[in-house]
């Protein structure tokens, strides 16, 4: 077990970190503190081979530079608000119009993924952990109230890494943070995910309007393309035209405050599961629809489909929508949730 820091560069004067975790068994996390971010995931195939299964870049510069948000944490509200306006305690705040020029989307144009956060404690003991702090001032992207933000990323020894978020306010505000990191099971730029066989243990999930902002219903899955509860490969109702151009969908999962598992995810060729626990009542599942042949790692091209994001968080547009459960948070009171991304293998199909 042990945790090793190196500079990664410098963004506006500040200067960020790679910090390396390595667990007993030899599976490596790489964390930076630009956004808080996931840069590399080393878990081993049925074979005891490592590989990266989380998609990002070489340099800090292409993070700066990139827009898909690759391993970092995003808010102050992950996902999307309607009409980019919020009312907290019977007042109007005007957001980002960042997504279709209509819509809020992760925080704003300039969101927690692109803010250098502090390292607040590492530990390289029996299981290491970095947590990293953000201080989210009162009007940043116009959001009310200093937000306080700690997340620690641990890697134990039983290959989960497990993100637990906490976050203070000082005036009412809403929060909704979460992680953003785009995972391909053969191993970042090795091919689509399309093939990647998926459960998600939800009966309902939230339809939505063109711009993919919710239209306030929930819709039972069965007999639908939303249907994951038998896993199935994520192509299946993409290629029987049930949903062609595939995945950006939130699924519920119930109350929050309950740690449940949301997902799994099987990789036929390498045997490598991923099993994504959460306390969260909601999770977004997107199969990169939006990247478009960036490069990344290594020089590999990520197209559209190179990974899949499994994001816990509260259901999108949640201000607007008074049935789903309330992601407003009154001065004082501490947001806390936890999600485990859990690696193993299976031998055989």
């Known amino acids: 077990m042990s945790i090793s820091q190196t500079e990664f560069g410098f963004f506006r004067g500040y200067k960020c970190w790679l910090l390396t975790l390595t667990n007993s068994n030899g599976a490596v996390a790489r964390l930076t503190n630009f956004g808080a971010a996931v840069v590399g995931l080393e878990v081993p195939d049925r074979n005891g081979n490592n590989a990266d299964v989380v998609l990002g870049y070489d340099t800090l510069q292409e993070y700066v530079d990139g827009n898909s948000s690759h391993g970092a944490t995003v808010g102050r509200y992950a996902n999307r608000i309607g009409g980019a306006e919020i009312t907290v305690s019977g007042k109007s705040y005007k957001l980002s119009p960042n ?137 299946r109702d993409m290629d029987n035209g049930m949903l062609p151009n595939g995945y950006d969908h939130n699924f519920i999962l119930g109350e929050p405050g309950v740690m449940r598992t949301a997902a799994e995810v099987y990789e036929p060729e390498s045997g490598r599961v991923m099993t994504v626990k959460t306390d969260k009542p909601a999770i977004q599942f997107y199969i990169g629809i939006g990247l478009n042949g960036e490069y990344g790692k290594g020089g590999a091209k990520y197209n559209k489909y190179a990974g899949l994001c499994l994001e816990s968080q509260y259901s999108p547009d949640t201000p607007h929508q008074p049935q789903f459960p309330s992601c407003v948070y009154k001065a004082g009171q501490t947001y806390r949730f936890t999600t485990v991304y859990q690696f193993s293998v299976r031998a055989t199909d």
């Open 99 to 235: 997504d279709n020029k209509v819509n809020h989307l992760h925080g704003g144009f300039f969101g927690y993924n692109k803010r250098v956060w502090t390292v607040e404690a590492m530990d390289g003991g029996e299981e290491p952990s970095v947590t990293f702090g953000y201080i989210s001032p009162d009007g940043e992207e116009n959001y009310p109230g200093t937000l306080k933000i700690t997340v620690k990323f641990t890697l134990t020894n039983d290959n989960a890494l497990v993100l637990d978020y906490t976050a203070v306010s000082d005036a009412d505000t809403v929060i909704n943070l979460t992680n953003h990191s785009y995972f391909n099971l053969k191993g970042a730029g090795c091919g689509d995910i399309k093939d990647h066989v998926v459960q998600i243990n939800s009966n309902q999930y939230t339809p939505v309007n063109e711009l993919l902002i919710p239209t306030g219903k929930l819709a039972f899955v069965t007999g639908t393309a939303f249907d994951f509860k038998t896993p199935k490969p994520v192509r």
